[in-house]
């Protein structure tokens, strides 16, 4: 298969998605996805956005960007302290269609790549170059798309901004479904990751996608003022796991796997108990593995 047929074959899917008539939040991560075989990209991002160009809530495929994403929103673009490139509310209130990075900057290109910003949040990230969409729907709601490539990268072409011009009218209608996931049939993603905590539900390690997913179960919206950082120990019913698992370990019913589920915007998070030391000990190591289910649409 060619790479014009693979784009035509990833617009159609998009259009799909669009107009699935899903909660957008549900819908966006596959979207994202989509979107790398119509416009190649390193890493993608999505940001609601209210009337008053304040962001309620993002999203983004790395996992470092996701769970920093809350406190990077509250101390930058929601209250205009960067000084290098338009904050999200300028951005809503003079952009329009597909803008690229250097045209989004308010210094030159060799003072944003020597600031803090990028040096400090960007770059460690691996970002480089931008395509940045604004989507205003007709109920006045945005939301901001962006497509980040590596700084090694080549630039966005011509052509990859007409391509993503030309979906424009169909991101616009994802965005306007924010009701929620509808009561449809929930199948597995394909998302799944690792959590260790001992048997207090203290967090001891996780994997890149267990972060990720913590994080989407943990916030289903973000909090203004509050930071998104994980917590140091598991929610209380995500931790009452470790403690069913040594229960049952103590009694020797180790054949039961305790399992928790958890429904939100994002879809429904599965979390399931392994002990992975053996001896019933508070402080030995527990394995969470956690999978997000979307709505059966999507995955069809």
């Given at each position: 298969m060619n790479h014009a047929t693979c784009q035509r074959k990833a617009e159609a899917r998009i259009r799909q998605l669009c107009c699935l008539g899903l909660g957008s939040e549900a819908v966006v991560p596959a979207l994202l996805r989509e979107l790398h075989a119509l416009v190649p990209s390193h890493s993608n991002g999505f940001y609601w956005a209210g009337a008053n160009g304040r962001v309620s809530n993002a999203y983004n495929e790395i996992p470092e960007a996701q769970s920093i994403a809350q406190l990077y929103v509250r101390d930058a673009?929601?209250?205009?302290?960067?000084?290098?490139?338009?904050?999200?509310?300028?951005a809503v209130q003079r952009e329009h269609g597909v803008v690229r990075d250097w045209q989004t900057l308010k210094v030159s290109r060799r003072d944003f790549y020597r600031s803090d910003f990028y040096n400090l949040l960007l770059r460690p990230l691996g970002y480089g170059r931008l395509l940045r969409l604004v989507l205003r729907g007709p109920s006045g709601r945005c939301g901001v798309l962006q497509l980040q490539r590596q700084l090694r990268d080549p630039?966005?072409?011509?052509?990859?901004?007409?391509?993503?011009?030309?979906?424009?009218?169909?991101?616009?209608?994802?965005?306007?479904?924010?009701?929620?996931?509808?009561?449809?049939?929930?199948?597995?993603?394909?998302?799944?990751?690792?959590?260790?905590?001992?048997?207090?539900?203290?967090?001891?390690?996780?994997?890149?996608?267990?972060r990720q997913l913590l994080h989407l179960a943990c916030h289903p919206r973000m909090e203004t003022g509050r930071e998104a950082t994980l917590p140091t120990h598991l929610p209380p019913a995500i931790a009452a796991i470790c403690m069913r698992l040594l229960q049952l370990h103590a009694r020797g019913d180790v054949a039961q796997a305790p399992v928790v589920s958890h429904d939100n915007v994002w879809g429904r998070f599965v979390f399931r108990g392994?002990?992975?030391d053996g001896p019933a000990d508070p402080t030995g190591m527990i394995g969470i593995s956690v999978h997000r289910e979307v709505p059966l649409p999507i995955q069809l």
């Amino acid at each position: 298969m060619n790479h014009a047929t693979c784009q035509r074959k990833a617009e159609a899917r998009i259009r799909q998605l669009c107009c699935l008539g899903l909660g957008s939040e549900a819908v966006v991560p596959a979207l994202l996805r989509e979107l790398h075989a119509l416009v190649p990209s390193h890493s993608n991002g999505f940001y609601w956005a209210g009337a008053n160009g304040r962001v309620s809530n993002a999203y983004n495929e790395i996992p470092e960007a996701q769970s920093i994403a809350q406190l990077y929103v509250r101390d930058a673009y929601n209250t205009g302290k960067r000084e290098v490139t338009r904050s999200l509310g300028e951005a809503v209130q003079r952009e329009h269609g597909v803008v690229r990075d250097w045209q989004t900057l308010k210094v030159s290109r060799r003072d944003f790549y020597r600031s803090d910003f990028y040096n400090l949040l960007l770059r460690p990230l691996g970002y480089g170059r931008l395509l940045r969409l604004v989507l205003r729907g007709p109920s006045g709601r945005c939301g901001v798309l962006q497509l980040q490539r590596q700084l090694r990268d080549p630039d966005f072409t011509d052509r990859d901004v007409e391509r993503l011009s030309s979906i424009e009218p169909f991101l616009v209608q994802a965005l306007t479904w924010r009701e929620g996931v509808r009561a449809e049939l929930l199948v597995d993603s394909g998302e799944y990751g690792m959590l260790i905590a001992d048997g207090n539900g203290r967090l001891l390690a996780m994997s890149p996608q267990g972060r990720q997913l913590l994080h989407l179960a943990c916030h289903p919206r973000m909090e203004t003022g509050r930071e998104a950082t994980l917590p140091t120990h598991l929610p209380p019913a995500i931790a009452a796991i470790c403690m069913r698992l040594l229960q049952l370990h103590a009694r020797g019913d180790v054949a039961q796997a305790p399992v928790v589920s958890h429904d939100n915007v994002w879809g429904r998070f599965v979390f399931r108990g392994h002990l992975l030391d053996g001896p019933a000990d508070p402080t030995g190591m527990i394995g969470i593995s956690v999978h997000r289910e979307v709505p059966l649409p999507i995955q069809l």
